[in-house]
């Protein structure tokens, strides 16, 4: 039986995830705050193709993003539409740009 995903999972197996192809001449410092049950802070920076995860906030962010465990879960194992749940409210970000590239490098 596989273990359950989780948030700590998911942000530690980020850097294996990491497409630099698609990070090539972005740089960003994206500040996750999740909510809830499994939740807390992480800080993914992304510079010119390299990407580093950190626990907890690190640095002047270029994006946050808030959401809740749940629905971040969700969102990354596929049973949760990303999209969706922006447009209703459950994950808030404040530089789409951001976000949206950060989509494509850990896409997978």
């Known amino acids: ?10 942000f530690s197996t980020m850097p294996a995830r990491f ?15 999740i909510s809830g049950d499994g939740g807390g ?3 993914v920076a992304v510079d010119n193709g390299s990407c580093a995860v950190h626990v907890g906030k690190v640095g002047a962010p270029t994006a946050t993003v808030k959401v809740d465990a749940a629905t971040y879960v969700g969102i990354v194992s596929g ?11 459950k994950i808030m970000a404040d530089n789409l740009a951001d976000l949206m590239r950060f989509q494509m490098a850990f896409r997978g």
């Open 1 to 10: 039986m596989s273990e359950a995903l989780t948030c700590d999972k998911i």
């Open 19 to 33: 497409n630099a192809g698609a990070a090539t001449g972005w740089t960003a410092n994206v500040q996750f705050e």
């Open 41 to 43: 802070e992480w800080t």
């Open 79 to 89: 049973t949760v539409d990303g999209q969706m749940a922006f447009l209703t409210g």
